[in-house]
Nanobody, 126 residues
Framework: QVQLVESGGGSVQAGGSLRLSCVAS???????MGWFRRAPGKEREGVAV????????LYADSVKGRFTMSQDNAAKAVYLQMNSLKPEDTAMYYC????????????????????WGQGTQVTVSS
């Protein structure tokens, strides 16, 4: 059983940057880790997913080229570096953990993730 705690959210002007952190209560080297977000009035959507070895990272098209996901297994943490932020990036951002299904991560399938953090708010103003 893993608990996840996100941090690093805040308010920023468009074009600015934020770095989100997600710290787990246990080592996550056997887990796929994902970042999701939920904007006001919208459904939760996938942002980025990293495989246990960090050899595969999936980004949503909307953030590709602007966001970078990384992990530090020793620190039991994953990160999301967000650059060139846009107002449409405004959302509550959640960290999630999933086990491997065979050799594959559930990618952006929300039901595939068994643990979720409480979220950290990101607000981008124009």
């Amino acid at each position: 059983q893993v608990q996840l705690v996100e941090s690093g959210g805040g308010s920023v002007q468009a074009g600015g940057s934020l770095r989100l952190s997600c710290v787990a209560s246990v080592y996550i080297y056997n887990n796929c880790m994902g970042w999701f977000r939920r904007a006001p009035g919208k459904e939760r959507e996938g942002v980025a997913v990293i495989s246990p070895r960090g050899d595969s990272i999936l980004y949503a098209d909307s953030v590709k080229g602007r966001f970078t996901m990384s992990q530090d297994n020793a620190a039991k943490a994953v990160y999301l570096q967000m650059n060139s932020l846009k107002p449409e990036d405004t959302a509550m951002y959640y960290c999630a953990a999933a086990g491997l299904a065979g050799n594959y991560c559930p990618t952006f399938r929300i039901g595939g993730y068994h643990a979720w953090g409480q979220g950290t708010q990101v607000t981008v103003s124009s």
